[in-house]
């Protein structure tokens, strides 16, 4: 038997690409499996977010988030927990990404093209 969180989850995502202008996106979670894994949670929000085009998170390479309810039970979730202990940021640079990250990003063309942070055009 599942156990579901039900108060609604306002989320604030930045989404930030090589080769493209960052995007913002909102939205809200009215219902999320207590023992949801964290990379799945963060793969389902990227596939709405992008549920028209998924191509366009080739090159993505970080992820912001905010993440609010009016119960502050929310935090109790682990995968809420351990989203608020990375803050909220996810890297998926190949010289950069964790366990998580390449979890996210496992057999999807999400990140499938981004840079390594060492050829960062910006370091």
């Known amino acids: 038997m599942k156990i579901y ?3 609604p989850i306002k989320v604030e995502m930045i989404f930030s690409f090589d ?3 960052q995007q913002m996106w909102r939205t809200e979670v009215s219902k999320i ?3 949801a894994p964290e990379h799945e949670l963060i793969r389902d929000l990227i596939k709405s977010a992008f549920e028209d085009d998924l191509a366009l998170t080739k090159d993505l390479y970080k992820i912001s988030m ?3 309810c009016k119960s502050r039970d929310f935090t109790k979730i682990p995968c809420m927990k351990k989203l608020l202990n990375r ?3 996810y890297y998926f640079q190949p010289d950069q990404r964790d366990e ?3 979890k996210i990003i496992e057999g999807s063309i999400i990140a ?3 840079r390594p942070f060492a050829e960062n055009k910006f370091n």
Do not use: H, R
């Open 112 to 114: 499938s093209q981004t």
């Open 87 to 89: 803050n909220g940021k």
């Open 5 to 7: 969180f039900n108060q």
């Open 66 to 68: 905010a993440v609010s």
């Open 33 to 35: 499996s207590v023992d």
């Open 19 to 21: 080769n493209n202008e």
């Open 100 to 102: 998580v990250e390449s």
